[in-house]
C-alpha cells in the first residue's frame, strides 16, 4: 500500500509502520499547537514550552490514529481476516486486510468501530480535562480539550458517506443488506467518496479564494485524496467482478529463468542474464524457495568489484519489499496489497515451499484485458450459428 514506510513495531501481534508524510503531519499540527492553540488557551507561558507540549500533543494524536485503525484491524481478525500491517500517513491510517469482510454486517461493524473508537478516546480525553481541571497545568488541560475535540471531529467525518471513508463503507454494507448486491453496493459507496471529495475541493478552492485562507489547501487535499480513491475503489471493484475467484496459479508464468542466490551477481550476468531476454527475476535458494526479486537496473547499481564478490541474495530484494503468494490466493486479493512496476517487480508464487511460478504486470494486464473483452462479447442469439 506504501513504499517505504518505516516499521515502528507490533501491536496485537500487527505490523505497524509510519510512512514519511508522518513527520509533515506532526510538524502541521504542532506548529498550529505552538503558534495558536495552546498560547490562546493557556497564555502566559515561555515559547519554549508551547512547542514542547505541541509536538507531544500531535504525537498523542498520532497515537489516537494508530487505535482507530487497530480497532478496525482487531475486528478484522475476529472475523476472520487477516491483517497485514497498519500504516500511518499524513492524511491518516490505513489497515491494510488481507480479504473483503464475508458478510455485510462484518463489513458494517468492521468500518463502524473505527469512529466509534476515535469518539470514545475523545470522550475520555474531555473526561480527564475536566476532572484535572485546575489541578494540572494548563498546558496539559489544553491539549486534553484539542485532543477531545480533534478526535470527536475525526469520528465524526469518518463517517461521511463515501469511501475510503469508514462512513462510505457502512453505506457500502447497507447497501449489500438490502440488495444482497455487492458489487452493487461498492460501486453506489464510491462514488459517494466522488461526490464528497469534489464537494470538499470546492470548499477548499472557495476558502482559498473568498476568505484567502490557506487553510483551503488542506480541505483541498482532503477531497483530491477521497475523489483519487473512490475512483481507485471503482477500478477495484470492476477488476473483483471481471477476476472473480481466478487464482494467481492461473495467470502466472511457469518455470520462470530464476536468478540463483548463491551465485555471485557476475556470475549470473555472465551465465544467465545476458541472455535471458529478461529484465527482473526471482531469486531462489539452493532449495529452491522464493527469496526475493532482483532486476537489472538494480544490479547496474553495484561496482564492478561488488558484482565479483556480493551474491545474487544479498542483491535482491525480499519480503516486505516482495510479495510471496501461494498458488491457490486469488489475485483479487493479491492486487489489494501488491503494485506491481513493468520492469521491476513481481509476484513470487509458491506451491509448498518451492517456487512454482511468477506474476508480472504484463501477466495482469493481459489477464484484466483478455477478461474485460469476454464481458463486453455480446451474447449469441438462439439460432444464430444456423444461418
Excluded at 503558534?35 to 507531544?56: F, H, K, M
Excluded at 490557506?214 to 480513491?229: K, Y
Excluded at 472473480?244 to 495467470?251: H, Q, T
Aim: hydrophobic content about 55%.
Amino acid at each position: 500500500m506504501f513504499r517505504g514506510a518505516i516499521p515502528l513495531g507490533r501491536v496485537a501481534g500487527i505490523a505497524v509502520g509510519a510512512h514519511w508524510s508522518v513527520l509533515i503531519a506532526v510538524l502541521l499540527f504542532a506548529q498550529i499547537l505552538a503558534i495558536q492553540v495552546l498560547p490562546e488557551t493557556a497564555p502566559g507561558i515561555a515559547r519554549g514550552w508551547y512547542w514542547v507540549a505541541a509536538v507531544g500533543i500531535a504525537l498523542c494524536l498520532m497515537g489516537s490514529l494508530l487505535a482507530h485503525e487497530l480497532a478496525h484491524a482487531l475486528l478484522a481478525r475476529h472475523y476472520g481476516i487477516t491483517v497485514e500491517r497498519i500504516t500511518l500517513w499524513l492524511l491518516g491510517g490505513a489497515a491494510q486486510l488481507e480479504r473483503e469482510p464475508p458478510t455485510a454486517r462484518a463489513d458494517f461493524l468492521i468500518a463502524l468501530v473505527g469512529p466509534a473508537t476515535s469518539a470514545g478516546l475523545g470522550g475520555v480525553f474531555w473526561a480527564a480535562a475536566a476532572v484535572g481541571d485546575p489541578a494540572l497545568p494548563r498546558l496539559l488541560v489544553a491539549g486534553l480539550l484539542w485532543l477531545a475535540v480533534v478526535n470527536i471531529a475525526l469520528g465524526v467525518f469518518n463517517l461521511l458517506p463515501g469511501t475510503p471513508l469508514d462512513g462510505g463503507r457502512v453505506l457500502r454494507a447497507a447497501v449489500w443488506k438490502v440488495t444482497g448486491d455487492r458489487a452493487r453496493a461498492a460501486r453506489v459507496a464510491a462514488r459517494g467518496g466522488q461526490v464528497l471529495g469534489t464537494v470538499l475541493v470546492g470548499l477548499g478552492i472557495a476558502e482559498i479564494l473568498l476568505l484567502r485562507q490557506l487553510g483551503g489547501l488542506w480541505l483541498a487535499l482532503v477531497g483530491w485524496f477521497l475523489t483519487t480513491a473512490a475512483q481507485t475503489e471503482l477500478a477495484g471493484e470492476r477488476v473483483r467482478t471481471l477476476l472473480g475467484d481466478l487464482p494467481v496459479s492461473a495467470i502466472m508464468t511457469r518455470e520462470p529463468v530464476v536468478a540463483p542466490g548463491w551465485w555471485t551477481v557476475r556470475a549470473f550476468l555472465d551465465r544467465t542474464a545476458r541472455t535471458a531476454r529478461r529484465r527482473v527475476f526471482p531469486v531462489v535458494s539452493f532449495e529452491g524457495a522464493p527469496i526475493g526479486v532482483v532486476n537489472l537496473g538494480e544490479l547496474a547499481k553495484l561496482t564492478p568489484d561488488q558484482r565479483m564478490t556480493t551474491t545474487v541474495a544479498a542483491a535482491c530484494r525480499m519480503p516486505p519489499s516482495v510479495t510471496i503468494a501461494d498458488a491457490g490466493t486469488p489475485v483479487v486479493d493479491v492486487l489489494k496489497t501488491v503494485a506491481l512496476r513493468p520492469g521491476r517487480d513481481l509476484l513470487l508464487v509458491r506451491e509448498g515451499s518451492a517456487l512454482a511460478g511468477v506474476m508480472s504486470a504484463g501477466d495482469l494486464s493481459r489477464t484484466l484485458e483478455l477478461a474485460a473483452l469476454a464481458d463486453a462479447a455480446p451474447t449469441p442469439r438462439a439460432g444464430a450459428g444456423d444461418r
